[in-house]
């Protein structure tokens, strides 16, 4: 072993001295700097681009919203301003919501609050081709209502809900054992984060 490690050294040796010697032969040597390396993704503790995080507060009263108050999503930025239009998932990704807020603190006419009384709220997935309107539900919660007429839950999904480029997120809160009621005025903040469409 100890008359191998001579020739080692002999052998890195020459091989650190080899471009001086092109040099020296004429062989010109330009060295190369190399700036383009890649910025590094601004991962969290779920390993995901912060940049693609989405945070969503439902607004009622939106011309062409989903159900009887026309709400629709808009997404909320880093920096707390709500943006101007109602969200979309971008073409060729696809929104996995992993946590839904919902609650209501004023009622419609003629709800009792009663300790007993229950509001079921719905999450739904919503696609639209032409006159086809496909809206099915992909989460339902419920809560009862307190003495002083609130209610509402915090749902955290294991497995999330995906929605895809084209479709939209639908939400509502009812009570269903009155059907002469209209839908109830809900706020909802709807939390996840954007992916690559793997079929895109």
Not at 111 to 128: A, P, T
Not at 132 to 159: C, I, K, P, W, Y
């Amino acid at each position: 072993m100890l008359r191998i490690l001579p020739l080692v050294l002999s052998a890195v040796i020459l091989a650190v001295g080899a471009e001086p010697a092109l040099a020296q032969r004429g062989r010109p040597v330009t060295a190369v700097e190399v700036t383009n390396f890649p910025t590094p993704a601004l991962r969290t503790h779920v390993n995901s681009d912060v940049r693609s995080f989405v945070v969503l507060r439902r607004q009622p009263d939106v011309t062409g919203g989903c159900g009887l108050q026309e709400s629709e999503f808009f997404r909320v930025g880093s920096n707390g301003r709500r943006e101007d239009t109602p969200f979309r998932v971008p073409a060729g990704q696809i929104l996995v919501a992993t946590d839904v807020d919902w609650w209501i603190a004023d009622f419609t006419k003629g709800v009792d609050k009663e300790r007993n009384d229950v509001r079921y709220f719905d999450l739904s997935i919503e696609f639209r081709d032409g006159p086809f309107v496909s809206n099915l539900s992909v989460l339902r919660s419920s809560a009862f209502v307190d003495f002083q007429g609130r209610s509402g839950r915090s749902e955290h999904m294991t497995t999330g809900v995906a929605v895809a480029s084209g479709s939209r997120l639908c939400a509502s809160a009812q009570v269903f054992d009155n059907p002469d009621l209209d839908e109830l005025r809900v706020q909802v903040i709807v939390r996840g984060y954007l992916i690559p469409d793997p079929d895109a």
